[in-house]
């Protein structure tokens, strides 16, 4: 008896962590929806917002915790976390709230997070990266919410604008990061070079 209610608290914490994360990809759309119908859109739009930085902090340690932690699930909870920021940066851009370059970064340097992997591209430049990806989401909520696009445009704008060239900086370290992996072979030489003396 002790073992079947272990086990089905475990099945429940791995569900309701995967819950969260498909809860977050099919809200993404939603919330940019909203986002869209400009004006002041009241509190309930930054509660609306709330649920997706706190569900993201909830379901990595949960399905941790319960053995749930898959390479498949791995992948989808940082894509969740992409297609919000960039879903509703590119609403925000639409409306005039931000620059494009900000949406076009989360795409940029997200792509490239999922298609190296979580394992290689983890790093503390990527992290505080998406953070602030979450930060600028969250600004655009709160003036959405309760300022209703007349006081914080510009700062918006500019914050927006320095998160970008932050992102686009981390990107490029990356870059300049793998192709000097690149170049060195697995002796610790380099490529193109002969390591042998002079005859």
Known sequence: MGYKMKFT????????????TLARLLAAPLFALWLLRGGS?????????????????????????SGGARPLWARLDPLADIMFNAAALSAAAWTGRVGFWLPAAVLVLGGRFLWRGPEREAGAAGRAAGVLFYLMTGAVAAEAAFAGGA?????????????????????????????????????????????????
Request: charge should be positive; aromatic fraction near 12%; proline fraction near 6%.
């Open 9 to 20: 608290a475990l099945s429940a914490g791995i569900w309701a962590a995967r819950g969260l």
């Open 41 to 65: 859109l009241g509190p309930g739009f930054f509660a609306f917002y709330l649920f997706f930085p706190l569900s993201d902090l909830a379901d990595g340690p949960l399905a941790r915790r």
């Open 151 to 199: 006081e914080w445009g510009g700062v918006l704008a500019r914050a927006g604008d320095a998160v970008s060239l932050y992102a686009f900086m981390v990107l490029l370290a990356k870059l300049g990061a793998g192709r000097r992996r690149g170049r060195r072979t697995p002796g610790g030489g380099r490529r193109g070079r002969s390591t042998r003396s002079p005859a």
